[in-house]
């Protein structure tokens, strides 16, 4: 390491800050305000304090340099459309009357206007709003919100670095709008929107803000040559403008590859490089490129993503190795903190011992602290931070928790029989129909009914000892009776118990396993106001009971129509938990397929014909780049098909994935051999019917007609116009209708109401395609 009296200061910083408070204040606010018991001006209050209280957080801390920008009401893609005007046509009127209700009409729909397309954010479990842009897209700038947030840190004497997502990455992010030709390509507009960003940019320096992150997260993906080419254009402008801050292109997730020399050559200021996901081969190219001469690295050597604490001397180790390759050399976390909770110290459920394994927002930001401390005064300066550090990651590799022999021996065992099927499914299917007896067209939902006020009163009641457990037992027979009672007048064909013993898809099991830890403070942003507790993974996977088969065969007894056994699969159980990082992600999800398999094997064995094993992740959880998608593929198939592979022919595997591009894995879908999957359709029109037509998939498919992510209601006739584009792409034999997704989130009155329309619209549909009409 370069010695002591050369080295330069190095300063920690941020990308971004968990926006959601302490006790999930802009939740509630966000929500007071849509249901008229918070006053617009008070939800702007709470959002000042919030932002507030993260800068006060990170400067006592010991950062220097703060992310403004970062924070918003709703989603971050969504306040960058806002800034340079890109407004759907359906939405302008809104936005024009109240910029606030149309902000949040976009974001959830109204009753005159559908919300935009809402997607995962890269590989991440966050979902953002998909821009709408056509070739008649005019772009203008907004600068606002970027510079009110940039100020009200400057007044608490704080040093901003506004935060916006740049323009390569919001236009490779978009979609054509409705209506727009089918070869539209909405990088064709970089040259369109660089004026409106030079112009966001001058603001923000007449603002005084010195530097400006611009997040460029789409070059990490593998990128064409004229992808390369806009980006050397778009830097090479913006970098040339008069009167502009100096400017930090912030890429995460991965290996910067082939970008990297192209934003090296261009006058930009600074290069964020993640030193986590891929930071050999991001070490590598920076060496090979000649280094950032003159210019700012950020190196993300603290995992944004992950809850494990930093081992602090291989970061060093790295930062050290870095310092011959940039003009300055700071250090941050990976990735904004956006992805993780906000203090492990909150957790007093958990053992000590544990949590000292654990850094949320909060200890990374310290650790951020510790490693520029480090790198500016040499290892002496930070002794006893590495002393403790050393013990902690010492503890946690020598841990019981982390392995059990029983567990390792039946993975190990594992044959590839074990993922097959007993017949394939041109046969299995005639038994299925024969056993099942379900119209063309069946009716089904993804799983959840909405989860009310008392039900999570009786679930707080439980814990706090306040309601004994035969007194909760009764509160979910009576919401499952109910449940059941209203799908069977209602006319759907097969059932589902409603979940409303569960508190999340994934944290519902996690706590029924051994290996997992459960946080109680742990919530992360997924969106909106939608916030999940993502379990800790922390050690080998067993299921010591059953977990579901209680209620889905206490459903079962209500009704003669089938109900479906309610999982959550392997893979997503990964995906939507902070998983360990000592082992290969294979090996953890075989373990985690094994003891779901347990359960499949129990809910057939009681009866259950019908079992859906959700994988919403395994999009999401694709690696960034296509030389990886193989090997990723691979095993999360194997593990769903372990999970599955060991019923009966006549007993029907379904499986859901929602808010993802299923284009790029159709043939993984396929490879599931699952006998009918349901996907989100509505906000995509459809789109992933045709992928499946266009790629022959021959099973079972229910695309979804009802969005779940928004209130409005669909009608019968929209539902079933959707339908009858499915059933031109599918045919009515493999054709389902159902929703986008689980319920949970909505209000009794608009699933009953959008329940029924669906139901009326897949009799509609059924009775045209008996007779042969289809318009």
């Known amino acids: 390491m370069t010695s002591e009296s050369t080295r330069a200061t190095a300063a920690a910083t941020v990308f971004g800050y968990p926006r959601q408070g302490h006790h999930r204040e802009l939740k509630k606010a966000v929500e007071g305000y849509w249901k008229g018991r918070v006053t617009a001006d008070a939800l702007r209050e709470s959002a000042a304090a919030l ?5 006060e957080e990170l400067r006592a801390a010991g950062l220097g340099e703060l992310p403004t920008g970062d924070f918003s009401l709703y989603d971050h893609v969504l306040d960058t459309s806002v800034m340079v005007g890109a407004i759907p046509d359906r939405h302008r009127a809104a936005v024009a009357a109240d910029p606030l209700d149309g902000y949040f009409a976009m974001a959830r729909g109204s009753r005159e206007a559908a919300p935009l397309e809402m997607t995962k954010w890269f590989d991440t479990n966050y979902h953002y709003l998909v821009p709408e842009l056509g070739p008649e897209t005019v772009f203008t700038a907004n600068s606002v919100k970027q510079v009110t947030e940039f100020r009200e840190a400057s007044r608490l004497g704080m040093t901003g670095r506004p935060v916006l997502v740049g323009p390569v990455t919001y236009l490779l992010l978009a979609k ?30 007449a603002a005084g803000a010195a530097w400006v992150q611009l997040d460029e997260p789409a070059l990490v993906q593998d990128r064409t040559p004229a992808e390369l080419d806009a980006v050397a254009r778009a830097y090479r402008l913006l970098g040339t403008t008069d009167d502009r801050p100096k400017l930090l292109v912030a890429s995460y997730f991965g290996r910067l590859g082939a970008a990297l020399p192209v934003l090296a050559r261009t006058p930009v200021d600074g290069v964020a490089l993640d030193f ?70 909150a957790e007093r459920g958990i053992d000590p011992q544990i949590v000292r394994w654990l850094a949320f927002a909060r200890q990374k930001a310290g650790e951020l602290v510790v490693l520029a401390r480090g790198l500016t005064h040499g290892t002496g300066a930070i002794a006893a931070e ?46 299925q129909r024969a056993h099942l007896g379900l119209p063309l067209l069946p009716t089904t939902t993804i799983g959840s009914f909405p989860q009310t006020d008392e039900l999570r009163t009786a679930r707080a009641d439980l814990r706090a000892g306040r309601l004994d457990g035969p007194g909760y037992d009764k509160r979910i027979e009576a919401e499952i009776r109910e449940v059941i009672s209203f799908q069977e007048e209602t006319g759907l064909d097969v059932l589902v118990h409603g979940e409303p013993e569960r508190n999340d898809m994934v944290q519902y099991f996690a706590e ?30 067993s299921r010591p009971d059953p977990m579901t088969l209680r209620w889905t065969s206490y459903a079962q007894s209500l009704t003669a129509r089938p109900v479906k056994g309610m999982l959550t699969g392997p893979v997503t159980m990964l995906a939507w938990s902070f998983v360990r990082d000592d082992q290969p992600l294979a090996e953890t999800a075989r373990q985690v397929a094994l003891a779901l398999r347990d359960e499949v094997a129990d809910l ?17 959880t694709l690696p960034l780049r296509a030389a ?36 790029d894995i159709i043939r993984a879908i396929d490879d599931l051999d699952a006998d009918v999957i349901s996907l989100e359709a509505a906000r995509s029109h459809m789109e992933v019917a045709q992928e499946l037509a266009e790629h022959g998939y021959p099973r079972e498919a229910g695309p979804g007609v009802y969005d779940i992510h928004s209130p409005r209601v669909p009608s019968a006739e929209e539902a079933a116009a959707l339908l009858r584009t499915g059933l031109a792409a599918l045919g009515a034999e493999r054709l389902w209708a159902n929703p986008d997704c689980g319920l949970k989130t909505r209000g009794w009155p608009e699933t009953r109401a959008s329940l029924v329309n669906l139901v009326a619209a897949a009799r509609t549909v059924r009775a045209e395609s008996a007779t042969g009409r289809t318009a």
Not at 179 to 203: K, Q, T
Request: net charge neutral.
């Open 51 to 55: 932002r507030r209280a993260n800068w």
């Open 176 to 205: 054509a709008a409705p209506g727009a030709p089918a070869d539209f390509d909405p990088l064709s507009l970089l040259d369109r929107l660089l004026p409106v960003y030079a112009e966001v940019l001058a603001d923000l320096r």
């Open 276 to 345: 986590t996901e891929s930071g050999a081969a991001n070490l590598a190219d920076l060496a090979a490129a000649g280094g950032l001469p003159g210019k700012r690295l950020v190196a993300g050597i603290v995992s944004g993503r992950n809850i494990w604490i930093n081992d602090l001397e291989k970061s060093l180790a790295t930062l050290g190795t870095l310092l011959g390759l940039a003009g300055r050399v700071d250090v941050s976390a990976s990735c904004s903190l956006l992805h993780v909770p906000l203090d492990a110290a």
């Open 386 to 431: 590495l002393t403790t550090n050393r013990a902690a990651l010492a503890s946690r590799a020598g841990s019981s928790l982390t392995r059990d022999p029983a567990v390792r021996a039946r993975s190990a065992a594992v044959t590839e029989a074990d993922g097959r099927r007993s017949q394939p499914y041109a046969e299995r299917t005639v038994l």
């Open 512 to 541: 029924q396993l051994t290996g997992y830890l459960a946080t109680r403070h742990g919530w992360v942003q997924s969106y909106g106001t939608r916030y999940v507790r993502p379990p800790v993974l922390a050690g080998d996977i």
């Open 604 to 620: 057939e064995a009681a009866g259950t014909s019908v079992i859906q094993v959700d994988e919403p992740a395994l999009r999401e």
């Open 628 to 663: 990886e998608h193989a090997a990723y593929l691979a095993w999360a198939t194997e593990a769903f098909r372990l999970t599955t592979g060991g019923v009966r022919a006549q007993t029907q595997i379904h499986t859901h994935m929602c808010y993802a591009e299923f284009g």
